[in-house]
């Protein structure tokens, strides 16, 4: 099937879909719907993609795109730093066994907390956002005796054509050090002059599902004429530079973002580029892709249950999930193409819109969905490229219990997250009084 589908899968000839050489009925009946499934094949190769397209330089996996043990394993077995943006992805990242070394730590607002366990932990960079977080940091270090390596995160005013909620470089950001305004070399002098804090390089995210090459590469020439002028002006040589994460992904097939190999190829060319022009010297560079490493890897598999058809107006196909495992539709106008999965189209195509089973009309699977006139209650469909920011950002809006997810390779299944039940659901409440077993 391939385009925006999952690279291992595939239509037999009975027309039913499988992915890794299990068919989506089977994990269907194993394991209820919806379910995530996740081509650990895809997803290896796209790290193995990052890795080659970048050759030299270190690629983090922005963990907040789907942040789970075993997938946090799975990427660091290939050989991935973990970027983190919470006391909780650290603490995902440490129960999966992962180096503290090989963890890179964002957000812009730390707690103490959060900071302070980091620093215990001995984490790799800790990327610091404002003034307020740099001293936090070197108060938080300086009581455990200890040192804290760290980023500075540069707000470079970059402007990338991204959806105004996932756009983070330009100057009006609640991110980072605003570099027209000074912010970011006022910051490293401060870090230098602080006892507790190894000051080591920049880092610089300019938003996400950005599809050309364009913005990264101004981002990376940005970003070296910054570290050229704080050693030109302020006499302070930073050797790390991390340019972000952000390249897009195909959701549908109107989407053409960049291959890994160009779009590494363009960002290093223009560092080199702009290293000689300086008279830098290569820094030590890192990406963090989050989207591009697991989006595509995992379908979501649904099982139709009401239609409606509402002749002239619309066919309504309802859903067993909805705005609670994919909130990206209702959040962002996002769209990820749908097909019908468990069997071959028999009737012809018709666009039909795909919703959700919440209480809330903008609950929106997909609007316009070419399915099968025939479509039935009890067919399965798959939603495409959901492995990003759907179980991250997942709720128990109604009551939903959240999906579970299935990683499957060569005809084997294996659980990554387990469903929830409705146990689970109530885990949380505290009742006020003994309520009647029932
Ligand atoms: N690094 C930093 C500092 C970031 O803030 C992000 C994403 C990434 C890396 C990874 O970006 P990616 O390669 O995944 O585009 N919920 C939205 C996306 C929010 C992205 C937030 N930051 C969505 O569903 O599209």
């Known amino acids: 099937m391939h385009g925006v589908w999952p690279l291992t899968a595939e239509r037999g000839d009975d027309g039913e879909v499988s992915i890794g050489g299990v068919a989506v ?31 030299g330089v270190d690629v983090a996996y922005a963990s907040k795109a789907w942040c789970t043990v075993g997938l946090l394993q799975l990427v660091d077995e290939e050989g991935l730093l973990i970027d983190v943006a919470s006391g909780g992805e650290l603490h995902t990242a440490l129960v999966a066994g992962v180096d503290p070394a090989n963890v890179i730590f964002h957000g812009n607002n730390k707690s103490v907390a959060e900071l302070a366990r980091a620093v215990e932990v001995g984490v790799g960079r800790i990327v610091v956002d404002s003034f307020d977080e740099l001293e936090r940091v070197e108060a938080v ?16 005013g970059i402007d990338a054509h991204t959806h105004e909620y996932v756009r983070t470089g330009h100057d009006d950001s ?22 507790h804090v190894d000051l080591l390089g920049l880092h610089a995210h300019i938003g996400s599902q950005i599809f050309g ?29 991390n340019l972000g994460g952000g390249m897009g992904i195909r959701y549908t097939h109107e989407d053409h973002p960049v291959e890994v190999a160009r779009y590494g190829k363009a960002v290093l060319e223009a560092v080199d580029e702009t290293c000689a022009r300086l008279g830098l010297e290569r820094p030590r560079l890192s ?20 239609i409606k058809r509402l002749p002239g107006l619309r066919t309504y196909v309802s859903v067993d999930g909805g705005m609670s495992d994919n909130i990206r539709p209702a959040l962002y106008e996002a769209e990820h193409e749908v097909a019908l999965a468990s069997r071959g189209e028999e009737a012809d195509r018709e666009p039909m819109t795909v919703v959700g089973k919440h209480c809330e009309s903008g609950d929106l699977v ?54 929830e039940t409705m146990d689970d659901l109530v885990r949380r409440d505290v009742p006020l009084r003994s309520s009647r077993p029932g």
């Open 141 to 156: 270090a300086a009581e455990q005796g200890r040192r804290a390596a760290i980023w500075l995160r540069v707000t470079p």
């Open 287 to 306: 990406v963090e892709p989050g989207r591009a490493i697991v989006g595509p890897s995992t379908v979501t598999v649904y099982e139709v249950g009401t």
């Open 174 to 195: 609640k991110f980072g050090f605003t570099l027209s305004l000074g912010l970011a070399e006022q910051a490293a002098v401060r870090a230098h002059e602080l006892a």
């Open 25 to 55: 009925g089977e994990l269907a009946r194993a394991h209820g719907t919806p379910l995530w499934v996740v081509d650990e094949h895809d997803l290896r190769e796209r790290c193995r993609q990052y890795r080659e397209g970048f050759a």
């Open 366 to 419: 997909r609007e316009h969905a070419p399915l099968p006139g025939d479509l039935r209650p009890g067919d399965l469909i798959v939603v495409a490229a959901t492995g990003a920011y759907n179980d991250a950002m997942a709720s128990n809006y109604n009551r939903l219990p959240r999906p579970g997810a299935v990683l499957v390779r060569d005809g084997r299944v294996r659980e990554l997250v387990r469903r």
């Open 213 to 241: 090459t364009d913005p990264f590469v101004a981002n990376a020439e940005v970003m070296l004429e910054l570290l050229a002028r704080l050693r030109d002006e302020h006499g302070i040589a930073l050797g790390e530079l």
